[in-house]
Structure formats: structure tokens, C-alpha cells
């Protein structure tokens, strides 16, 4: 363990180890679009007439969210956190609703 410039205290990493902060971070600057996250054709029509790009905590927290991963955000006002808890959210709910109506029609066929 060593200390940081604040004074805390954190792990010492190997040579070779990856920041995975560093590297996260990497991944989420090169999101430019919600396209990038395969929403739902609805879902994505309405969130890409609305906003132009996500902001970096969407960017992060999204793709998360539709792999099932639990997220827990901490952003300023205004960063987009309730979008990004909101749209995997409406996305499940959608691709839900077209799985049973398929099934509903499969089986009355």
C-alpha cells in the first residue's frame, strides 16, 4: 500500500497491471451515439430527437445496466444520471413486450 497525493492510502499495482478506471474511461469517450448501446428501435428513436450525445456518466452507466450490472452513479446536477438509471429501465420493458406478443401470436397460430 502507498499513499496518494491526498493522503490515502491504495493499492500498489504490478507492472503490467491495467488501471481499469484509465481503461473504462477510454471505452466510454469513444461513445458518440446511443446507437452504440443496440436500444430498442422505439427507445432509440425517442432518446436520439431528444439528446444529441451521452454525457459521460450515460456513457458509462448504460451499458452496464443492460448487462445486468448494479450502478451506483455520482454525478453533479444535470450530468444525465436519470436517463442513464432510466433508459436500460424502458429498454427491458420493451424488449419484454415484444417477446410476449410474439409468443401470444406463436401459440394462437
Not at 491526498?6 to 507492472?15: F, I, L, Q, Y
Not at 452513479?73 to 436500460?88: D, H, I
Amino acid at each position: 500500500m502507498a499513499n496518494d497525493s491526498s493522503g490515502k492510502r491504495r493499492k500498489k499495482r504490478t507492472p503490467g497491471e491495467s488501471d481499469e478506471v484509465g481503461s473504462r474511461k477510454s471505452s466510454v469517450e469513444g461513445v458518440t451515439s446511443f446507437t452504440a448501446f443496440r436500444l430498442d428501435a422505439r427507445l432509440l428513436k425517442a432518446v436520439s430527437n431528444q439528446f444529441g450525445k451521452p454525457t459521460l456518466v450515460q456513457a458509462a452507466a448504460i451499458p452496464l445496466a443492460l448487462d445486468g450490472r448494479d450502478i451506483v452513479a455520482r454525478a453533479k446536477t444535470g450530468s444525465g444520471k436519470t436517463l442513464a438509471y432510466v433508459v436500460p429501465i424502458i429498454h427491458q420493458i420493451l424488449a419484454k413486450s415484444v417477446c410476449q406478443s410474439f409468443l401470444t401470436r406463436l401459440i394462437s397460430e
